[in-house]
């Protein structure tokens, strides 16, 4: 069947899905979501019922039972409304199903692929002998620019210890990263932060310095821009002096804050950046596209070279030599999908100044949700905020406020009406509105506010008749 006739009543069974629901997510007890999908029958029938219908339904339950980041109450996490070009594009990139781990599966996705590395550099800014691969996200960024990072520092280290140094608010991927490379979690140091919660140089020089003294090797700094709850940018020039000074290799995980190069003026938070050996960016959270849209860069292509690999079914050297390059040994994995070209799409469709103005929006909603929290009398909010997230907590009347934070986020989860953010920041419970939607209104932003305040006042009374629960 082709592809038009599959798509009308598939958008159609999408449609009538999501009307089950009345908010962002559908409401009752989860265990109904698993139930609904199970309901739609055998996964693996003996006979197959045919694509149309396999897809009318599958689709319908898979709407109905989604979280919808469209939405403007769905704000919990870097869970981003993709752009329908984009959603379009992608399903290009699925027909013809390019891997990039040769030529001959991919050309033009390879092109394209160094075509959005090459903008994506230039907005960090890098110089020309940059180069870049597309990842799976921040996570496999993390990864990859570790190994780079380690793989360059053992060409020294002799017989020295490898220590990797982050602040106490980076990516949990990073530690686990360690785990994964072989060098080990505890050999990752957590660097303290300031009160708005980003790494303090003193601090990461502090380590450093109890690094040499045990005669281990300062191999890999990593900065973060934009924590995945506050937003927090680490002072990025600070760092790269300080990774300079050390011979220390400085990776940044800009997942989040990397979307606001596309701001003019929100990138100055982001200035050193390009002081950094390696970066990754993530454009399925301010960027808009469907997962997944990473991109680790490298400040020179020769950076590369411990991926490098040739695979005599892949990649030989007189085929790459008479032209038909591969992105083989760039990445650490083999087969790779064509996801630079929804984000190709995307950048040509909006262009700088249309991503940017989406970053504004996004960054001036957080501000306003801030400004809305902070005349509430029975929220707290954390500090103001740096990207697209403001945190903050209920103040309960009484009960552990805690327990009264995870269950008032619970029961608007239950109740089908809101997705916010749970996180715990100086040792306590704290609420968070992710705002990644640019066309939410004023009145959807306050009525959202207004949702999480009534779920409080209810847990409120609920603990007077019922203190135990
Ligand atoms: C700062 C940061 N780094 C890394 C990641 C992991 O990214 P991904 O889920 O795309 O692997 C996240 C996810 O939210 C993040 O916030």
Same mark, same amino acid.
């Given at each position: 069947? =082709?592809?038009?006739?599959l798509?009308?009543p !598939?958008?159609k069974?999408v449609h009538?899905?999501?009307?089950?629901?009345?908010?962002?997510v559908?409401?009752?007890?989860p265990g109904?979501?698993?139930?609904?999908v199970?309901?739609?029958?055998?996964?693996?029938?003996?006979?197959g019922i045919?694509?149309?219908?396999a897809?009318?339904?599958?689709?319908?339950?898979?709407a109905?039972?989604?979280?919808?980041?469209?939405h403007?109450a769905c704000?919990?996490h870097?869970?981003?409304?993709p %752009?329908?070009?984009?959603v379009v594009a992608d399903l290009?990139a699925?027909?013809?199903?390019?891997?990039?781990d040769?030529?001959?599966q991919a050309?033009s996705? !390879?092109?394209?692929e160094a075509?959005?590395v090459?903008?994506?550099?230039?907005l960090?800014?890098?110089?020309? $002998?940059?180069?870049g691969?597309?990842?799976?996200?921040?996570?496999?960024s993390?990864?990859?620019g570790?190994f780079l990072?380690l793989e360059?520092a053992r060409?020294?280290a $002799?017989?020295r210890t490898?220590?990797?140094f982050?602040?106490?608010?980076?990516h949990f991927?990073?530690g686990?990263?360690a785990g994964?490379?072989?060098?080990?979690e505890?050999?990752?140091t957590t660097?303290?932060v300031d009160?708005e =919660?980003r790494?303090?140089?003193?601090?990461?020089r502090?380590?450093?310095?109890e690094a040499?003294v045990? $005669?281990e090797?300062?191999?890999?700094i990593?900065a973060t821009?934009?924590?995945?709850?506050?937003?927090?940018?680490?002072p %990025?020039?600070e760092?790269?002096?300080?990774?300079?000074?050390a011979?220390?290799?400085? =990776?940044v995980?800009?997942?989040y804050g990397g979307?606001?190069?596309?701001?003019?003026?929100?990138?100055?938070l982001?200035?050193?950046l390009?002081r950094?050996d390696?970066?990754?960016?993530? %454009?399925?959270k301010l960027g808009?596209?469907p997962v997944?849209?990473?991109?680790?860069?490298v400040?020179?292509a020769?950076?590369?070279?411990p991926l490098?690999r040739?695979?005599?079914y892949?990649?030989t050297e007189?085929d790459?030599?008479?032209?038909?390059t591969s992105?083989?040994g760039?990445s650490?994995?083999?087969t790779?999908?064509?996801?630079a070209?929804k984000?190709?799409?995307t950048l040509r469709?909006?262009g700088r100044?249309?991503?940017?103005q989406l970053v504004?929006?996004?960054?001036?909603l957080a501000w306003?949700?801030?400004e809305l929290?902070s005349?509430q009398?029975?929220?707290?909010?954390?500090q103001?905020p740096?990207?697209s997230?403001?945190?903050?907590?209920?103040l309960?009347i009484?009960g552990?406020?805690?327990l009264?934070?995870?269950?008032?986020?619970?029961?608007?989860?239950r109740?089908?009406?809101?997705?916010?953010g749970? !996180?715990?920041?100086?040792g306590?419970?704290h609420?968070?509105l992710?705002l990644?939607n640019?066309? !939410?209104?004023?009145?959807e932003?306050?009525r959202?506010?207004?949702?999480?305040?009534?779920?409080?006042?209810?847990?409120d009374r609920?603990d007077?008749?019922d203190?135990?629960?």
């Amino acid at each position: 069947m =082709h592809l038009l006739e599959l798509l009308a009543p !598939t958008l159609k069974a999408v449609h009538d899905g999501a009307r089950e629901r009345s908010g962002p997510v559908p409401a009752g007890e989860p265990g109904a979501v698993a139930d609904s999908v199970r309901a739609v029958g055998e996964i693996l029938p003996e006979h197959g019922i045919g694509g149309e219908q396999a897809l009318v339904e599958l689709a319908r339950v898979f709407a109905a039972g989604a979280v919808d980041p469209a939405h403007p109450a769905c704000a919990a996490h870097l869970h981003a409304p993709p %752009l329908a070009v984009a959603v379009v594009a992608d399903l290009v990139a699925s027909m013809f199903n390019s891997s990039l781990d040769s030529w001959d599966q991919a050309p033009s996705a !390879t092109a394209v692929e160094a075509e959005v590395v090459r903008a994506m550099a230039d907005l960090v800014p890098y110089g020309d $002998g940059a180069s870049g691969v597309l990842t799976s996200g921040g996570t496999e960024s993390n990864l990859t620019g570790m190994f780079l990072a380690l793989e360059h520092a053992r060409r020294t280290a $002799g017989n020295r210890t490898l220590r990797v140094f982050c602040s106490v608010e980076a990516h949990f991927s990073v530690g686990r990263s360690a785990g994964v490379l072989g060098i080990g979690e505890e050999f990752v140091t957590t660097v303290e932060v300031d009160a708005e =919660h980003r790494m303090d140089p003193s601090a990461l020089r502090g380590a450093i310095a109890e690094a040499r003294v045990r $005669g281990e090797l300062p191999a890999v700094i990593i900065a973060t821009a934009g924590t995945s709850d506050l937003g927090a940018i680490d002072p %990025l020039p600070e760092i790269a002096a300080i990774a300079e000074e050390a011979g220390a290799w400085m =990776h940044v995980d800009a997942a989040y804050g990397g979307g606001a190069l596309f701001s003019r003026r929100l990138a100055p938070l982001l200035d050193g950046l390009s002081r950094a050996d390696s970066v990754g960016l993530d %454009l399925h959270k301010l960027g808009w596209q469907p997962v997944a849209a990473g991109v680790l860069l490298v400040r020179d292509a020769a950076l590369f070279a411990p991926l490098a690999r040739r695979a005599a079914y892949l990649n030989t050297e007189d085929d790459e030599q008479a032209g038909y390059t591969s992105l083989l040994g760039r990445s650490l994995r083999t087969t790779r999908r064509a996801d630079a070209l929804k984000i190709a799409v995307t950048l040509r469709a909006l262009g700088r100044h249309g991503m940017g103005q989406l970053v504004d929006r996004c960054h001036a909603l957080a501000w306003r949700a801030w400004e809305l929290i902070s005349v509430q009398t029975r929220l707290e909010p954390l500090q103001p905020p740096v990207l697209s997230s403001v945190v903050f907590r209920y103040l309960p009347i009484h009960g552990n406020p805690d327990l009264v934070n995870a269950r008032l986020r619970r029961s608007l989860l239950r109740a089908g009406r809101a997705v916010i953010g749970r !996180t715990e920041l100086d040792g306590r419970v704290h609420l968070k509105l992710t705002l990644l939607n640019p066309h !939410t209104t004023d009145a959807e932003l306050t009525r959202l506010v207004a949702d999480v305040v009534r779920a409080g006042q209810d847990e409120d009374r609920a603990d007077v008749v019922d203190p135990e629960d």
